[in-house]
């Protein structure tokens, strides 16, 4: 049985699993995302932080689904990292949304939704991705992600708009101010994580009407931009991963009901699936 080592890496974390067909462990690295590193950078994350590769473990096959991989250039620079490391192995470098579809639909048809530090979905046929409704990253779009939600605490704590108590716990939670905040957003990398980082205050104070309005604000305008954009929603289940999509399933839920829609999977992590659908 060959040995398939599959990654699923969005802009903050990537999470590996090795696989010979009855054994499967995992490991994460830092995210691997081409808009922001070089091909030596991500050769280097792969040496410095993947553990098969320090064991001296050598796949076979590789998979690898990532976020920016839609874009023939970026697998490119994605597939020429990982070959310098796995130099004899079969390697497969796409898109994060076919990762997300196979795992969410495995052969069968459906939309699938990815809800993270970014987002994206499409149209599954059961075989390939036939539509996808752009995405247009962090700064034009990524409606309902991590960022996306992020911003808007961002906003509501520059602007004063959190109410005091909000506002204390804001402050005692993360213990910064405008000046800092700005420059981690105009001058330092990664300002796509940074933003998807305060998301986690949505989390741990729902029940707050500014808090939920945040929330449902943010996935209605996923919804509204993206889901109501396929006529296919209205047959088919809709299925979501990521982070966000998992620590807010019940407004998911509450919003295709609303909507008349049929909500599918809503799973935190695409692995289970992807090993399963490759082996």
């Known amino acids: 049985m060959p040995i398939k080592l599959i990654a699923d890496s969005g802009s903050t974390k990537t999470t590996w699993c090795l696989s010979d067909g009855k054994k499967k462990k995992k490991f994460?690295?830092?995210?691997?995302?081409?808009?922001?590193?070089s091909a030596k950078q991500i050769q280097d994350t792969i040496v410095n932080d993947l553990k098969p590769v320090?064991?001296?473990?050598?796949?076979?096959e590789i998979y690898f689904y990532g976020t920016g991989c839609g874009s023939a250039e970026n697998a490119k620079t994605v597939k020429s990292a990982i070959r310098k490391v796995f130099s004899g192995a079969s390697i497969e470098v796409n898109h994060d949304l076919l990762g997300a579809a196979k795992a969410l639909c495995g052969n069968d048809k459906g939309i699938a939704c990815i809800l993270?530090?970014?987002?994206?979905?499409?149209?599954f046929n059961g075989k390939k991705i036939v539509k996808n409704s752009p995405g247009l990253g962090y700064v034009l779009g990524d409606e309902g992600s991590g960022a996306y939600l992020g911003r808007k605490v961002i906003q509501y704590f520059l602007y004063n708009t959190f109410e005091g108590e909000l506002m204390d716990k804001f402050i005692?939670?993360?213990?910064?101010n405008a000046t800092q905040i700005l420059d981690a957003v105009y001058k330092q990398p990664l300002p796509n994580r940074y933003l998807a980082s305060f998301s986690i205050f949505l989390a741990e104070n729902r029940g707050?009407?500014?808090?939920?309005?945040i929330i449902e604000d943010g996935l209605n305008d996923f919804f509204f931009n993206h889901i109501y954009k396929y006529r296919e929603s209205w047959t088919l289940p809709i299925?979501?991963?990521?982070s966000i999509a998992y620590g807010f399933k019940d407004v998911l839920k509450e919003m295709c009901g609303m909507y008349e829609l049929q909500l599918g999977n809503v799973i935190k992590d695409p692995m289970?699936?992807?090993?399963?659908?490759h082996n």
């Open 28 to 37: 994460q690295t830092p995210g691997i995302s081409p808009y922001f590193l």
């Open 54 to 60: 320090k064991n001296n473990i050598r796949p076979d």
């Open 116 to 123: 993270g530090t970014g987002s994206n979905s499409c149209y």
């Open 172 to 176: 005692n939670r993360f213990n910064t």
């Open 208 to 213: 707050h009407y500014m808090i939920e309005n």
């Open 239 to 242: 299925h979501f991963v990521g």
């Open 272 to 277: 289970d699936g992807l090993v399963k659908y």
